[in-house]
């Protein structure tokens, strides 16, 4: 909105051409997303304190968990508020891909929403079936895959680090394809989000490696240095992940150890799909496996412990997902934690190493 409001004033003033630079407006909706969450959180926590929207601790998990009864959640709507304002005021609102990011992302919060209402209202920590919102998520993920596919200007092909000769075109697979990745993504944030911070940490370093993948990505000049695919106008996505990691660091503020605040489903799940969204159009999901590797452990932590016990009667872990390993071997919270988000900045460096080791 901004963009179109004061970009055109640079003919008379020249101090407004400084809004056609991503970088600049980058930064700008980077500072706008943490100042609102940063502002808004403590009174966001008083109001859902005061509607006594606290989080139901499941009594068969972590005994220390028992204490987090009450903490107020849905902390998410704050993060999508701040990130999706800065996005819109900052962004050119005539870009597909601006659109697509905050289409997925409303509906994933609509989603998350409707579960963590769901908890509320009934008091546990059961809110929709694991069947109907997995039934939603691949709904909007399978029409995510098909804008996409029906795009003429979009390639289906896949690309991988490392292998440039490599890069198979999946056709109509792609829309299947794009809808596993966005879903395995939303629900993989959403397994990780069980220790304060533990998921907005690694949520964060991967907005960050993909707003430089996606500038990088809607610059010919760049790709055509670094031989990644082009992908014009992909670049405005640089903003969308600048608010996005900043929105986070506000909401951050207020989810540290002992956390004030957890974001709940309609946090978790946006953040995952928005972000496999970003993965899918800058032609780097493959990069996501490893910029993701917390999230992608976690996950599969739980597959192989359900897996195994389903077939040999016996855990792997002592609890799964794997952050519950740690604390029921006696690490402090706050330790696995940090620890997770250490690892997530390696995997960062790694993944953004991938863009030069061609
Ligand atoms: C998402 N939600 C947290 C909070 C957060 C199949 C099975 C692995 C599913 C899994 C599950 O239920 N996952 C749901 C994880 C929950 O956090 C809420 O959920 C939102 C995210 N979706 O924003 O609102 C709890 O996590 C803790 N928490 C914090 N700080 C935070 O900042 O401490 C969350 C955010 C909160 C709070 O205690 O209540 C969660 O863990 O449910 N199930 C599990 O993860 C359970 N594991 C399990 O059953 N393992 C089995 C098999 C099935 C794999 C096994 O190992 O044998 C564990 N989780 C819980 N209790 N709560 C253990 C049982």
Known sequence: MLYHLLYPLHASYSVFNVFRYITFRTLVASIMALLISFLLGPWFIRRMTAQ?????IRPDGPQS?????GTPTMGG?????????????LADLTNRYVWIVVG?????????????????RRGNAWGLTAKAK?????????????????????????????????????????VA????????????????DGLDGLAIGPVMTTAFTYGVIAYLTGNAKYAEYLQIPHVPGVGELAIFCGALLSAGLGFLWFNAYPAQMFMGDVGSLPLGAALAVVALVTKQEMILIIVGGVFVVEALSVIFQVVS???????????APVHHHFELLGWPEPQI??????????????????????
């Open 104 to 120: 997925v992302s409303v509906a994933y919060a609509i989603i998350g929403f409707a579960d963590d209402y769901l908890k509320l």
């Open 134 to 174: 997995l039934i939603a998520q691949f709904a909007v993920a399978l029409v995510t895959g098909l804008v996409l596919f029906l795009d003429q200007d979009f390639s289906t092909a896949l690309f991988f680090p490392f292998v440039k000769e490599l890069h198979p075109d999946l056709g109509w697979g792609y």
């Open 65 to 69: 968990h028992l204490v987090k009864a």
């Open 309 to 319: 016990f389903k077939l040999r009667r016996k855990r792997i872990f002592r609890m």
């Open 177 to 192: 394809f794009a809808a596993v990745v966005v879903v395995g993504a939303s629900n993989a944030v959403n397994l990780t």
């Open 337 to 358: 934690i940090v620890r997770f988000w250490i690892i997530s900045i390696i995997c960062a460096l790694m993944a953004l190493s991938t863009l030069k080791l061609r």
């Open 52 to 56: 006594q929207i606290g989080q139901t």
């Open 77 to 89: 709507a704050l993060i999508l508020f701040s990130m999706l304002l800065a996005t819109l005021l």
